[in-house]
């Protein structure tokens, strides 16, 4: 079983920076890569960030430049560096990983509420 625990999301102002964590345990395939997606109000999920097994890092255009996707395997725990953020960066987050088989895993969500 595996479970991953986001944290870091917050209220903050148009132009500030805040770093959002996921904690994973229990049995990850660490051959597929691990991700960030999110949720703005009234729209679809969409990946973000993605870190590829190979450390390779692939981001959605709307946050290029901006947001950093990095990984502590010591800690099994991977991180998001959002700066420079805007109001249309205003979503839930989730962090998502591949269990064996590719079972999809998502964790409970982080509110991340930018300000102008």
């Known amino acids: 079983q595996v479970q991953l625990v986001e944290s870091g999301g917050g209220l903050v102002q148009a132009g500030g920076s805040l770093r959002l964590s996921c904690a994973a345990s229990?049995?990850?395939?660490?051959?597929?890569?691990m991700a960030w997606y999110r949720r703005a109000p009234g729209k679809q999920r969409e990946l973000i960030a993605e870190?590829?097994?190979?450390?390779?890092?692939n981001y959605a255009d709307s946050v290029k430049g901006r947001f950093t996707i990095s990984r502590d395997n010591a800690k099994n725990t991977v991180y998001l560096q959002m700066n420079n953020l805007k109001r249309e960066d205003t979503a839930v987050y989730y962090c998502?990983?591949?269990?064996?088989?590719?079972?999809?895993?998502w964790g409970q969500g982080t509110q991340v509420t930018v300000s102008s």
């Open positions: 998502h990983a591949y269990g064996w088989f590719n079972i999809d895993y």
């Open positions: 229990g049995s990850i395939n660490s051959r597929k890569p």
């Open positions: 870190l590829t097994t190979g450390s390779n890092t």
